[in-house]
DNA sequence: GCAGTTGAAGCACGATTGTGCTAAAAAGAC
DNA sequence: GTCTTTTTAGCACAATCGTGCTTCAACTGC
């Protein structure tokens, strides 16, 4: 029989090469040619775990929805193991978001990534299933987090838009952490997380 | 003399070209061939009034963005023009606010070409000067309506931090609306300015 | 040892890109 | 009409891209 290697190693390889060029140069840089090369492979090789260019780029944005929602559905147990309304648990919501923001190195790749795949889905046919699943499994969570938030009082049609308006800020502060690096420090995300978690306490104290 | 054209009318024929492209296809796609295609006009003519792709591309963020920035400080001067806490001093933020959104076909094409350059930003040096200026200039009007809407006792940095929370909370809207617009309808987005104006009117009551 | 499957590598082709350079056409100045 | 300058157009070259296809090495099962 065949030489046997981990297929599935090799291919998380690639997919980490892939990870590394979109970071620092770009999507429109990871070529086979600059993914192989970033990988220590030849173009042959890589085409060898993957049929086609698209299907590798497809893939990628694939692991790293993956590794999104695992971060962030793991954060939210965590919520959930916090008694509503201590430190605890306003700590672990704060850490729940800070998972979308690039506050270490790891998340910035991850984040830099997710957002290029994103955006690049609205023209790329190919990349919208997957920009839709990473958007409802994202949404999912933070409306999950909104609901725990807010009391059980609110309408239902407010809780959408609380979801929504966090979601965006969210959003926003993780573009603005990466375009505007100089701006948007890590202790400003901060700052404003906080002010945004403090408006949607004190929504139901309006009524 | 020479054959006279009004070269500023030709370049700006150009940049919509460029928009168009950018708009439909990406940024990546707006290469000179197809930008000489969309314009009517063969490669070496698009050549004779920019110097080069990087010129030509360089010269469409600077107008897009001072496209915007022109909207946004005639809407910050409607809202001067009303008294404060007046519907319609409310009704002009949000008309300010709705100047970055995809709300209209025409605003449409402007955000989408604006956060296709801006990203580009991150990657290609040439575009940062013009990115810098971009948020320089957008972040001065928000920062100046936040001013408005908030009280004069408030201090100094809770100012800031609440620019910039309003600042993210749009440009997550704007990227939402753009992705994934069977969610973010215009409907929710004005959901969501609503509930993010109530939020800052109601910081100051809270103390 | 042999055979057969798999991993790894590379060639070649057409398409696309930016750009240096050339050349023709157009129109006011004389 | 002739000259001059702008405008418009096009060619050619190197670089890059995805991909079909072939080739060679490696290693397992017998």
């Given amino acids: 029989m065949p030489k046997i290697v981990d297929a599935g190693a090799r291919r998380q390889d690639v ?29 042959g090789s890589v085409r060898h775990y993957f049929a086609s260019s698209d299907e590798l780029l497809v893939h990628s944005f694939s692991v790293v929805i993956d590794r999104i929602a695992g971060r962030l559905e793991a954060a939210l147990e965590s919520v959930r193991q916090e008694a509503p309304g201590s430190p605890a648990h ?41 920009a839709a699943r990473s958007h409802r499994a994202v949404a999912a969570v933070v409306g999950q987090l909104v609901m725990q938030l807010l009391p059980d009082s609110e309408q239902q ?18 573009l603005h952490a990466l375009l505007q690096s100089e701006w948007m420090t890590a202790r400003m995300c901060r700052d404003v997380l906080e002010a945004h978690l403090a408006g949607l306490g004190g929504l139901f104290q309006r009524g």
Wanted: proline share 3%.
């Fill in 15 to 43: 997919v980490d090469a892939v990870f590394r060029i979109i970071a620092s140069d770009g999507l429109e840089r990871a070529s086979l040619r600059e993914v192989a090369d970033e990988a220590g492979l030849a173009v």
């Fill in 90 to 130: 306003h700590e672990a919501v704060l850490l729940l978001l800070g998972q979308l923001l690039p506050l270490d190195e790891e998340k910035a790749v991850d984040v830099c990534v997710w957002l290029a795949f994103r955006t690049a889905a609205r023209i790329k046919p190919v990349f919208a299933p997957e």
């Fill in 157 to 174: 049609d407010i809780l959408v838009t609380e979801a929504e308006r966090l979601l965006a800020t969210l959003d926003g502060l993780c």
